[in-house]
């Protein structure tokens, strides 16, 4: 049968000429009008893959997953208003929320029928895999958020009495995930394999997830031990040393299809990775979601909005001080600042400062812009704007901009849709999770072949374990860690930043005192660079102070209720075997 790219939600991917789109919701259809062929599976496990964060379907204004943080709250990203879980703000959820099976049950339904398809297993294989892989991101999902749910491995109706289960504890439900994520690398294809290449999951997607759900519990469990969000009895070491599995795994030679992207200029390599249109070459890009304007519901804002917008996304002080000096050596932002401050500020931490900085960052210089639209640089930071073009703190979102996209600055307006890719999962996230996992357990971390590649990527200095003067004042994470650990942090946020794991690495390293009774800070303010009415706070640094009036105290974390969301209350008062998280 004739193939055609049918793109579901936004990743493209080759799959036969049929009428999927046009076909009720595949867990409603009768199970004697479907469950035919290798091609039934292959469309049902489709329609999970929107479910992924990308440029396009996340609540993070028109950034996607490049603002995430800033609308979820960590101390890396801001918008105008404060996070209100960052400040202890949320209110008791009566019903709705992100308490929801509907996407487990559908996962169930593949597997209560998929043997009912009369297919030899090679052809079918792959799609199992698939269905494997997603009810492990479903249900880490839910973890992430609600800590022990319930573990469902039937489709449930109305009458069904596991209705009634109570929370499985969530240890045994991440080692669940793990036996999911297990079963989804015996299943799933290769990626030099797969249908669809990197825009289609692989073996070497679903050993990086394994790395990622194990080494989040592993912090969780260690950092949350002795307080009401930690499970008693529970073993972080279990959980470092799958990390250390999955991705040792995914590292033997000749067997999987992954590598740093390198091509030796290391003032654009980095940024190159997430302002691409096509990934399709790139090793290190796992999986990522393609995108074509053609098709007016599979595009997006990203390009306009990085260039000449900014969505209100705005980036922290505490995030640009985990650069290093290009010497490979803490850098002293403060003392610059008493004597640097403004554009040029910018331009001489983009100068001194690992190269990644300038490539995270707009600095005074950058080309914002250059096609049919004219070419514009980079002058100062929009402190001067309003609404969702408004910076609030002085440094300013790029990565990922490509100045000649054709819809860089609006210049075609917003009918002329972008199409640069999401990076889903990539290889240097599991480069980190390994020299964490290791480092977390007191293994020698190898970093030659984990850290030192994304080092060599961003023409820096080999990683090396040293004492940072300045890491009392601006990375206390309330409880002591030694130097590797610190640095290996700092790294991550470096490599990984503007990518939505800061969110999830403050919570799972129960780091609530980064930022708890702290305003988030900008750069250093100089009132002659703008027009004398405008009025930007700032501390008595001159740096920038966003919420100098709303924070007056500083964020109000509650860290005895707020590492955990609400379960409705409604859920409990149709489940009485529901408890509710601690502190709501």
Not at 237 to 243: D, S, T, V
Request: overall charge neutral; hydrophobic content about 35%.
């Amino acid at each position: 049968m004739k193939k055609i790219i049918l793109f579901i939600g936004v990743i493209s991917l080759l799959v036969s000429c049929s009428n999927f789109l046009d076909k009720e919701p595949l867990d409603q259809i009768s199970t004697d009008q479907y469950w035919k062929n290798a091609h039934d599976l292959e469309n049902y496990t489709l329609q999970y893959y929107p479910n992924f964060p990308t440029a396009k379907n996340i609540s993070s204004g028109y950034t996607g997953a490049m603002g995430w943080d800033a609308f979820r709250g960590s101390d890396h990203q801001i918008i105008q208003t404060p996070a209100t879980q960052l400040n202890g703000t949320r209110t008791i959820v009566q019903s709705g929320g992100s308490w929801s099976w509907t996407a487990i049950r559908s996962v169930n339904i593949f597997f209560e029928n998929y043997k009912k398809v009369i297919e030899t297993p090679a052809n079918i294989q792959h799609f199992i895999g698939e269905a494997y892989f997603f009810k492990a991101w479903f249900y880490f999902e839910l973890v992430r958020q609600y800590g022990d749910v319930p573990w469902y491995s039937k489709s449930l109706q109305m009458d069904s009495p596991e209705l009634y289960n109570p929370r499985t504890p969530r240890t045994q439900v991440v080692d669940s995930i793990l036996w999911n994520l297990d079963k989804a690398v015996e299943n799933l294809k290769f990626l030099k394999d797969a249908d669809g290449g990197n825009n289609r999951l692989s073996k070497e997607a679903a050993l990086i997830f394994k790395s990622r759900v194990a080494l989040f519990e592993g912090s969780w469990q260690k950092y949350h031990a002795g307080t009401p969000f930690g499970t008693q009895g529970a073993d972080p070491a279990k959980y470092f040393q799958a990390a250390v599995q999955a991705v040792t795994e995914l590292m033997t030679a000749g067997k999987y299809k992954v590598g740093i992207y390198n091509t030796g200029n290391p003032m654009v390599d980095y940024n190159k990775i997430f302002s691409s249109t096509n990934l399709s070459a790139n090793t290190e890009v796992v999986l990522w979601a393609k995108f074509d304007k053609t098709l007016t519901t599979l595009s997006h804002n990203f390009q306009q909005y990085v260039t000449s917008y900014t969505s209100q996304v705005s980036l922290t002080l505490e995030l640009i001080k985990n650069y290093l000096g290009k010497d490979g050596n803490p850098y002293d932002y403060t003392t610059l600042s008493s004597a640097t401050k403004g554009t040029a500020f910018l331009s001489k931490i983009a100068t001194d400062c690992d190269p990644r900085l300038a490539q995270v960052i707009w600095t005074p210089g950058q080309v914002m812009w250059d096609n049919s639209g004219g070419r514009v640089l980079f002058t100062k930071p929009y402190l001067d704007k309003s609404g969702e073009v408004k910076n609030h703190t002085g440094f300013q979102l790029r990565k990922g901009a490509d100045p000649t996209d054709p819809t860089a600055g609006g210049a075609q307006g917003f009918s002329t849709a972008c199409e640069t890719g999401s990076v889903i999962f990539r290889y240097a996230e599991a480069l980190l999770n390994l020299a964490e996992a290791q480092s977390e357990l007191g293994i020698t971390v190898n970093y030659a072949t984990t850290i030192n590649l994304l080092r060599k990527r961003a023409g820096m200095p080999d990683f090396k374990v040293q004492s940072d003067p300045n890491r009392s004042g601006y990375a206390a994470f309330g409880y002591t860690i030694n130097d590797e650990l610190y640095e290996i942090r700092r790294e991550r946020a470096v490599e990984l930043s503007c990518e939505g794991f800061r969110f999830d690495d403050w919570r799972r390293w129960r780091a609530h005192n980064l930022f708890k009774a702290k305003r988030p800070l900008g750069f250093p303010y100089l009132k002659s660079e703008y027009a004398v009415s405008l009025v930007v706070n700032t501390d008595a640094n001159t740096f920038v102070d966003a919420y100098q009036k709303i924070l007056v105290n500083g964020y109000q974390f509650n860290e005895a209720r707020d590492y955990l969301d609400c379960i409705p209350t409604n859920e409990i008062t149709l489940n009485k075997g529901l408890t509710q998280n601690p502190g709501w």
